[in-house]
Protein backbone atom coordinates (compact mmCIF):
# COMPACT_ATOMS: atom_id res chain seq x y z
CA UNK A 1 0.00 0.00 0.00
CA UNK A 2 1.18 2.88 -0.46
CA UNK A 3 2.03 5.76 2.19
CA UNK A 4 0.97 9.20 2.09
CA UNK A 5 5.33 10.26 2.07
CA UNK A 6 4.83 7.87 -1.55
CA UNK A 7 1.73 10.09 -2.88
CA UNK A 8 3.16 13.36 -2.04
CA UNK A 9 6.26 12.31 -4.43
CA UNK A 10 4.12 10.88 -6.87
CA UNK A 11 2.80 14.75 -7.17
CA UNK A 12 6.09 16.04 -8.34
CA UNK A 13 5.45 16.50 -11.82
CA UNK A 14 9.06 15.17 -13.15
CA UNK A 15 11.24 13.19 -10.77
CA UNK A 16 13.88 14.68 -12.57
CA UNK A 17 13.54 18.17 -12.02
CA UNK A 18 12.93 18.30 -8.15
CA UNK A 19 14.44 16.57 -5.17
CA UNK A 20 12.27 16.47 -2.32
CA UNK A 21 12.63 15.86 1.55
CA UNK A 22 10.93 15.42 4.76
CA UNK A 23 11.86 16.88 7.61
CA UNK A 24 11.62 16.49 11.46
CA UNK A 25 11.79 20.10 12.83
CA UNK A 26 11.58 19.34 15.98
CA UNK A 27 11.45 22.78 18.32
CA UNK A 28 12.77 24.91 16.08
CA UNK A 29 9.58 26.45 14.37
CA UNK A 30 6.86 25.92 17.50
CA UNK A 31 6.81 29.20 18.62
CA UNK A 32 6.05 30.26 15.36
CA UNK A 33 3.90 27.51 13.67
CA UNK A 34 1.72 24.95 15.14
CA UNK A 35 3.66 22.38 12.75
CA UNK A 36 6.48 19.86 13.61
CA UNK A 37 7.06 18.02 10.14
CA UNK A 38 7.99 19.48 7.09
CA UNK A 39 7.97 18.17 2.78
CA UNK A 40 10.65 20.40 1.30
CA UNK A 41 10.65 21.00 -2.39
CA UNK A 42 13.26 22.03 -4.45
CA UNK A 43 12.82 22.86 -8.42
CA UNK A 44 15.82 22.57 -10.39
CA UNK A 45 16.99 25.71 -11.98
CA UNK A 46 17.77 25.97 -15.90
CA UNK A 47 21.81 25.07 -16.56
CA UNK A 48 21.68 26.66 -19.74
CA UNK A 49 19.92 29.71 -18.10
CA UNK A 50 22.06 29.75 -14.85
CA UNK A 51 25.48 29.10 -16.97
CA UNK A 52 24.65 32.29 -18.70
CA UNK A 53 24.79 34.64 -15.54
CA UNK A 54 28.37 36.25 -15.31
CA UNK A 55 28.43 39.62 -13.48
CA UNK A 56 24.55 39.91 -12.98
CA UNK A 57 20.89 38.83 -13.34
CA UNK A 58 19.67 38.75 -17.17
CA UNK A 59 16.29 38.99 -18.05
CA UNK A 60 16.36 35.07 -18.73
CA UNK A 61 17.15 34.63 -15.51
CA UNK A 62 14.32 36.69 -14.05
CA UNK A 63 11.72 34.71 -15.84
CA UNK A 64 12.54 31.66 -14.75
CA UNK A 65 12.87 33.06 -11.21
CA UNK A 66 9.14 34.26 -11.58
CA UNK A 67 8.15 30.96 -13.59
CA UNK A 68 9.63 28.45 -10.76
CA UNK A 69 8.00 30.34 -7.99
CA UNK A 70 4.64 30.10 -9.71
CA UNK A 71 5.22 26.35 -10.18
CA UNK A 72 6.70 25.87 -6.50
CA UNK A 73 3.73 28.13 -5.15
CA UNK A 74 0.90 25.88 -7.05
CA UNK A 75 2.85 22.04 -5.79
CA UNK A 76 2.89 23.29 -2.10
CA UNK A 77 -0.76 24.28 -2.50
CA UNK A 78 -1.38 20.76 -4.29
CA UNK A 79 -0.09 19.23 -1.53
CA UNK A 80 -1.49 20.82 1.28
CA UNK A 81 -4.78 20.33 -0.48
CA UNK A 82 -3.72 16.44 -0.68
CA UNK A 83 -3.20 16.33 2.79
CA UNK A 84 -6.36 17.69 3.64
CA UNK A 85 -8.70 15.17 1.76
CA UNK A 86 -6.65 12.98 4.38
CA UNK A 87 -7.93 14.98 7.28
CA UNK A 88 -4.31 15.56 7.75
CA UNK A 89 -3.65 19.69 9.08
CA UNK A 90 -0.65 21.31 6.56
CA UNK A 91 0.12 25.19 5.73
CA UNK A 92 2.35 25.44 2.51
CA UNK A 93 5.17 28.04 2.56
CA UNK A 94 5.53 29.75 -0.50
CA UNK A 95 8.50 30.13 -2.19
CA UNK A 96 8.45 33.76 -2.08
CA UNK A 97 7.59 36.55 0.09
CA UNK A 98 4.55 39.58 -0.64
CA UNK A 99 5.42 42.64 -0.06
CA UNK A 100 2.38 43.07 2.18
CA UNK A 101 3.65 40.20 4.46
CA UNK A 102 6.89 42.17 5.07
CA UNK A 103 7.38 44.68 8.15
CA UNK A 104 9.81 46.96 9.38
CA UNK A 105 11.72 44.17 11.56
CA UNK A 106 12.23 41.95 8.37
CA UNK A 107 13.51 44.86 6.10
CA UNK A 108 16.06 46.29 8.95
CA UNK A 109 17.41 42.24 9.62
CA UNK A 110 16.59 40.65 6.17
CA UNK A 111 14.95 37.77 8.34
CA UNK A 112 11.99 35.64 7.70
CA UNK A 113 9.68 33.75 10.05
CA UNK A 114 10.55 30.35 8.43
CA UNK A 115 13.52 29.49 6.16
CA UNK A 116 13.40 27.13 3.32
CA UNK A 117 17.37 26.74 3.81
CA UNK A 118 16.87 25.67 7.55
CA UNK A 119 13.72 22.75 6.44
CA UNK A 120 16.35 22.03 3.44
CA UNK A 121 18.77 20.80 5.90
CA UNK A 122 16.77 19.02 8.51
CA UNK A 123 15.20 17.06 5.47
CA UNK A 124 18.84 16.05 4.80
CA UNK A 125 19.16 17.65 1.29
CA UNK A 126 21.73 19.60 1.61
CA UNK A 127 23.97 22.71 3.33
CA UNK A 128 24.58 25.90 3.66
CA UNK A 129 27.67 26.87 1.64
CA UNK A 130 29.63 29.91 2.00
CA UNK A 131 27.44 32.87 0.33
CA UNK A 132 24.47 31.18 2.70
CA UNK A 133 22.80 29.25 -0.54
CA UNK A 134 21.72 25.98 0.61
CA UNK A 135 24.18 24.13 -1.73
CA UNK A 136 21.91 20.13 -2.01
CA UNK A 137 23.74 17.04 -2.65
CA UNK A 138 21.35 16.85 -6.04
CA UNK A 139 22.11 19.86 -7.73
CA UNK A 140 24.48 22.44 -5.78
CA UNK A 141 22.70 25.41 -4.99
CA UNK A 142 20.88 25.28 -8.48
CA UNK A 143 17.43 25.13 -7.29
CA UNK A 144 14.81 27.61 -5.38
CA UNK A 145 12.95 26.17 -2.69
CA UNK A 146 9.26 26.05 -1.19
CA UNK A 147 7.82 23.97 2.30
CA UNK A 148 4.50 22.74 3.17
CA UNK A 149 4.33 22.61 7.47
CA UNK A 150 2.39 19.50 8.50
CA UNK A 151 1.89 17.68 11.75
CA UNK A 152 1.84 14.40 10.27
CA UNK A 153 4.60 12.31 11.32
CA UNK A 154 6.31 10.95 7.98
CA UNK A 155 7.15 7.40 7.97
CA UNK A 156 11.22 8.21 6.80
CA UNK A 157 12.95 11.42 7.46
CA UNK A 158 15.62 12.68 6.13
CA UNK A 159 18.72 12.59 8.21
CA UNK A 160 19.52 16.54 9.03
CA UNK A 161 22.95 17.62 7.59
CA UNK A 162 24.38 19.61 10.49
CA UNK A 163 27.33 21.34 8.49
CA UNK A 164 28.94 22.57 5.27
CA UNK A 165 30.67 20.20 2.69
CA UNK A 166 32.32 22.90 1.24
CA UNK A 167 35.93 22.59 2.21
CA UNK A 168 38.29 25.06 1.36
CA UNK A 169 36.13 25.89 -1.62
CA UNK A 170 36.07 29.54 -1.61
CA UNK A 171 34.64 30.19 -5.54
CA UNK A 172 31.25 31.98 -4.51
CA UNK A 173 33.04 34.31 -1.93
CA UNK A 174 35.52 35.58 -4.35
CA UNK A 175 33.19 35.86 -6.80
CA UNK A 176 30.54 38.03 -4.96
CA UNK A 177 29.76 40.76 -6.10
CA UNK A 178 28.81 42.65 -2.73
CA UNK A 179 31.43 40.68 -0.87
CA UNK A 180 29.48 39.41 1.45
CA UNK A 181 30.84 36.53 2.62
CA UNK A 182 33.77 35.90 5.10
CA UNK A 183 34.41 32.31 3.74
CA UNK A 184 33.49 30.69 7.29
CA UNK A 185 32.52 27.42 7.06
CA UNK A 186 28.63 27.10 8.25
CA UNK A 187 27.70 25.20 10.92
CA UNK A 188 23.82 24.92 12.78
CA UNK A 189 25.26 26.95 15.87
CA UNK A 190 26.64 29.55 13.55
CA UNK A 191 24.57 32.92 12.90
CA UNK A 192 24.25 34.15 9.17
CA UNK A 193 25.60 37.34 10.60
CA UNK A 194 28.62 35.55 11.68
CA UNK A 195 29.66 34.62 8.13
CA UNK A 196 27.08 36.66 5.44
CA UNK A 197 26.01 40.36 5.07
CA UNK A 198 22.44 40.05 3.85
CA UNK A 199 22.71 43.76 3.73
CA UNK A 200 25.30 44.27 1.38
CA UNK A 201 24.12 41.35 -0.51
CA UNK A 202 19.99 43.20 -1.05
CA UNK A 203 21.81 45.76 -2.19
CA UNK A 204 23.81 44.74 -4.76
CA UNK A 205 21.19 42.49 -6.12
CA UNK A 206 19.27 45.81 -6.34
CA UNK A 207 21.36 47.77 -8.12
CA UNK A 208 22.48 45.19 -10.58
CA UNK A 209 18.53 44.39 -11.54
CA UNK A 210 17.92 47.61 -11.56
CA UNK A 211 21.29 48.50 -13.95
CA UNK A 212 20.70 45.19 -16.02
CA UNK A 213 17.24 44.52 -16.10
CA UNK A 214 15.32 47.38 -14.99
CA UNK A 215 13.77 45.61 -12.23
CA UNK A 216 13.06 46.98 -8.83
CA UNK A 217 13.57 43.30 -6.87
CA UNK A 218 16.69 41.64 -5.30
CA UNK A 219 18.03 39.83 -7.54
CA UNK A 220 22.03 38.46 -8.45
CA UNK A 221 22.49 35.03 -8.98
CA UNK A 222 26.48 35.49 -9.61
CA UNK A 223 26.99 32.74 -6.28
CA UNK A 224 24.66 30.53 -7.74
CA UNK A 225 25.94 30.21 -11.45
CA UNK A 226 29.86 29.89 -9.89
CA UNK A 227 29.31 26.87 -7.83
CA UNK A 228 31.22 23.89 -8.91
CA UNK A 229 28.41 21.17 -7.15
CA UNK A 230 25.85 22.67 -9.19
CA UNK A 231 27.25 23.09 -12.65
CA UNK A 232 26.36 20.46 -14.97
CA UNK A 233 29.08 17.92 -15.90
CA UNK A 234 30.13 17.80 -19.41
C1 LIG B 1 15.37 37.30 3.19
C2 LIG B 1 15.83 36.61 1.95
C3 LIG B 1 16.84 37.20 1.20
C4 LIG B 1 17.63 38.39 1.73
C5 LIG B 1 18.63 37.88 2.78
C6 LIG B 1 19.40 36.62 2.31
C7 LIG B 1 19.95 35.72 3.38
N1 LIG B 1 20.98 35.00 3.00
O1 LIG B 1 19.48 35.66 4.51
C8 LIG B 1 18.26 38.95 0.43
C9 LIG B 1 17.32 39.99 -0.15
C10 LIG B 1 19.66 39.53 0.56
C11 LIG B 1 18.22 37.71 -0.47
C12 LIG B 1 19.02 37.54 -1.55
C13 LIG B 1 19.03 36.41 -2.33
N2 LIG B 1 18.18 35.38 -2.25
CO1 LIG B 1 16.85 35.18 -0.86
N3 LIG B 1 15.55 34.80 0.44
C14 LIG B 1 15.24 35.40 1.53
C15 LIG B 1 14.11 34.62 2.25
C16 LIG B 1 12.79 35.30 1.92
C17 LIG B 1 14.26 34.48 3.77
C18 LIG B 1 15.67 34.09 4.22
C19 LIG B 1 15.89 34.36 5.69
O2 LIG B 1 14.97 34.54 6.46
N4 LIG B 1 17.14 34.43 6.11
C20 LIG B 1 17.47 34.54 7.51
C21 LIG B 1 18.54 33.56 7.84
C22 LIG B 1 18.79 33.52 9.34
O3 LIG B 1 18.10 32.24 7.49
P1 LIG B 1 18.63 31.53 6.18
O4 LIG B 1 19.57 32.41 5.45
O5 LIG B 1 17.41 31.08 5.42
O6 LIG B 1 19.40 30.25 6.67
C23 LIG B 1 20.07 30.15 7.92
C24 LIG B 1 19.35 29.15 8.80
O7 LIG B 1 18.52 28.35 7.97
C25 LIG B 1 20.50 28.32 9.36
N5 LIG B 1 20.22 26.89 9.45
C26 LIG B 1 20.12 26.02 8.45
N6 LIG B 1 19.88 24.79 8.92
C27 LIG B 1 19.81 24.90 10.27
C28 LIG B 1 19.58 23.96 11.24
C29 LIG B 1 19.56 24.34 12.59
C30 LIG B 1 19.30 23.30 13.65
C31 LIG B 1 19.79 25.70 12.95
C32 LIG B 1 19.75 26.12 14.36
C33 LIG B 1 20.03 26.67 11.94
C34 LIG B 1 20.04 26.24 10.62
O8 LIG B 1 21.57 28.44 8.44
C35 LIG B 1 21.44 29.58 7.64
C36 LIG B 1 22.58 30.51 7.96
O9 LIG B 1 22.58 30.86 9.31
C37 LIG B 1 14.24 33.20 1.57
C38 LIG B 1 12.90 32.45 1.44
C39 LIG B 1 12.59 31.74 2.75
N7 LIG B 1 11.42 31.97 3.27
O10 LIG B 1 13.41 30.99 3.26
C40 LIG B 1 14.89 33.54 0.21
C41 LIG B 1 15.96 32.60 -0.31
C42 LIG B 1 16.94 32.31 0.79
N8 LIG B 1 16.62 33.39 -1.33
C43 LIG B 1 17.06 32.70 -2.32
C44 LIG B 1 17.86 33.23 -3.39
C45 LIG B 1 18.09 32.32 -4.56
C46 LIG B 1 18.40 34.52 -3.31
C47 LIG B 1 19.34 35.21 -4.30
C48 LIG B 1 20.33 34.34 -5.06
C49 LIG B 1 18.53 36.12 -5.23
C50 LIG B 1 18.26 35.59 -6.57
N9 LIG B 1 17.20 34.80 -6.69
O11 LIG B 1 18.99 35.85 -7.47
C51 LIG B 1 20.07 36.21 -3.40
C52 LIG B 1 21.39 35.70 -2.83
C53 LIG B 1 21.25 35.13 -1.48
C54 LIG B 1 22.38 34.54 -0.72
N10 LIG B 1 23.56 34.31 -1.23
O12 LIG B 1 22.09 34.24 0.45
C55 LIG B 1 16.66 31.23 -2.21
C56 LIG B 1 17.87 30.36 -1.86
C57 LIG B 1 17.94 29.05 -2.64
C58 LIG B 1 19.21 28.31 -2.28
N11 LIG B 1 19.67 27.46 -3.17
O13 LIG B 1 19.75 28.47 -1.23
C59 LIG B 1 15.53 31.29 -1.10
C60 LIG B 1 15.46 30.09 -0.17
C61 LIG B 1 14.21 31.50 -1.83
C62 LIG B 1 13.66 30.21 -2.43
N12 LIG B 1 12.35 30.07 -2.38
O14 LIG B 1 14.35 29.35 -2.94
N13 LIG B 1 17.31 36.80 -0.01
Given amino acids: MKTVQDEIIGLLPDQEQYVVGFADMGHLIEDQYPFRYAVVIGAKL ?38 KTKDIGSQPIFATVEDSELD ?6 LRYMFSHKMAATRAGIGWIGKTDLL ?69 MCRERAAHHIHKEISLCGVCIAVCPKGKARR
Fill in 46 to 83: NDQIIDAIEKAPTIEYYDLYVQTNRRLNELVVEIANFL
Fill in 104 to 109: DDYRDH
Fill in 135 to 203: VSRRFGPRLRLATVLTDYEFEKLGTPITKSNCGKCAICVDCCPAQAATGMLWNTTIDRDEFFNAVKCRE
